[in-house]
């Protein structure tokens, strides 16, 4: 796999905070205003950008636009000295962005195939930039089926789109959880268990291609279920973080196993992880 890096890695582009959207406790959607978007129009689904703000420093974060056409939506959560400074920023303010970076989920190799996309925790973020793109172009696909867990239904994110996508009748959507309470609870379907037990309910077969992205613990059981279901090593795509933070490979916070993450990942066949030990447990 290759990289789609930037002609100016290092250059951010100014970016205007269009409106903010609580989506669960310290967990907000950000949408911004790019009037020049340059590289970032190219943007496949899962890759990410770098979020610079002045006197805070950058971090990398998943985009979870399917298209970016002079919008760009990043899912944050609240968890360090960046984050905390977008969160204290209002609508009208202004970050630096830069990117994008990394392998995303291959789209071409996805077209006409059945797909079932799996998404654990902020694992969704990635994974909405995917199912957008598909749903974008649906008539390009074959069957659809989503996958969303989490530990507590309090942390459900993208809630209102949920309900509607519950609602389509040419895909199948399966949320679960392993706490389920709420005074709301009626607005979404859920189901009481993890991951793991919903790829159990789902109609998948050896024809399903598979993207997921989620918390590192649950990888090795979620794979294990797929390969139940009949998919191949060739046919599962999962989407790793690994401390990125320079986004080109020269800091080597990211180097794993011989590999940069951030530009060789952080989308990654199952099939070439088998060389990453490090990275995950394949067996």
Known sequence: MHSQLSP???????????????????????QFRIDEPGDLVNCAPGQFV?????????????????????????????????????????????VGIRGPYGTGFPVDEYRGKDLVLIAGGLGIAPVRSLLQYVLNHR??????????????????????????????????????????????????????????????????DEGFLSAICGPPVMYKFVVAELLKKGLKDNNIWLSLERHMKCAVGKCGHCFVGGTFTCREGPVFRMDTLRFLPEVIECS
């Open 139 to 204: 008539e390009e696909f074959g069957k659809l089926t989503l996958i969303y867990g989490m530990r507590h239904s309090q942390q459900l994110l993208f809630r209102q789109e949920l309900k509607v996508l519950l609602r389509r009748q040419d895909m199948h959507v399966y949320i679960a959880a392993e706490e389920v309470v709420g005074p709301d609870l009626p607005s979404v379907s859920w189901q009481l268990g993890r991951v793991t037990d919903m790829i159990k309910l789902a109609e998948i």
């Open 8 to 30: 100016t890695p290092f250059l951010p582009t100014r970016a205007v905070i269009r409106s903010i959207i609580p989506m669960s406790t310290d967990n907000y959607l950000f």
């Open 50 to 94: 770098q979020l610079w703000i002045p006197g805070a420093g950058e971090a990398p974060i998943s985009v979870c636009s399917g298209e970016i056409d002079g919008v760009l939506e990043l899912c944050v959560r609240k968890t360090g000295r960046v984050t905390d400074a977008l969160f204290n920023l209002n609508e009208g303010d202004w």
